[in-house]
């Protein structure tokens, strides 16, 4: 019962349940899981997270980063996004000769194996950010990522370098998309 209380505070988050759980499990005292279950969990597990994010190599935390210009819960095909990643630059080879989509996928995977990206449904074809890590990478981001959807009218940030936009009347917003350090826009 407090176990699944645990779970249910951790909005299903598998880098918040992996950190939570090794402290369980190395402390099976019905207490302490109680003193857990009370506790501010999802607030510790974006700390663990963000501890988690700065482990991450440099190139590989940019990648994750530009994943901010997508929507919350919008599938994304590793193929499409890691050729994203090689056209922005963010892609390097170390060893000459090495195809960087290669290098790209192995970024992926990385994202993957840390659980920033996890699959939908089990496909290995289709991806998803979960919700707790979108709030992350959106702050990592910070104006570099912008995205514009669902009827926005706003403002752009001055210093965005990609946009993101969609389900937005593009003859009310086109006049503002001419940003100077812009690199990429998706419409």
């Known amino acids: 019962m407090v176990g699944a209380e645990i779970a249910k505070k951790l909005k299903r988050s598998p880098l ?3 950190t939570v759980g090794r402290q369980l499990c190395i402390r099976p005292n019905i207490e302490f899981w109680r003193n857990t279950r009370d506790r501010d969990l999802l607030d510790e597990a974006m700390r663990a997270m963000w501890w988690s994010y700065q482990h991450l190599d440099e190139q590989v935390r940019r990648c994750f980063s530009y994943c901010s210009i997508f929507p919350r819960r919008r ?3 590793p193929e ?3 050729r994203l990643w090689v056209a922005e630059g963010f892609v390097t080879s170390r060893n000459t000769g090495e ?3 290669a290098v790209g996928r192995g970024y992926f995977d990385e994202l993957v194996s840390a659980s920033f990206l996890k699959p ?3 496909d290995k074809e289709r991806y998803t950010i979960h919700d707790l890590l979108h709030d992350l990478v959106s702050k990592v981001a910070g104006s570099d990522c912008f995205r514009a959807d669902n009827g926005w009218e706003g403002e752009f940030p001055q210093d ?3 946009l993101w936009v969609k389900n937005c ?3 009310l917003i086109s ?3 001419s940003v100077p350090g812009l690199t990429n826009k998706q419409l």
Do not use: C, F, N, S
């Open 169 to 171: 009347k593009l003859d």
């Open 175 to 177: 006049h503002k998309i």
């Open 80 to 82: 499409y996004l890691v």
């Open 160 to 162: 965005v370098l990609h």
């Open 99 to 101: 195809e960087l989509e």
């Open 120 to 122: 939908v449904d089990g």
């Open 75 to 77: 599938w994304l095909d």
């Open 16 to 18: 918040a349940a992996r």
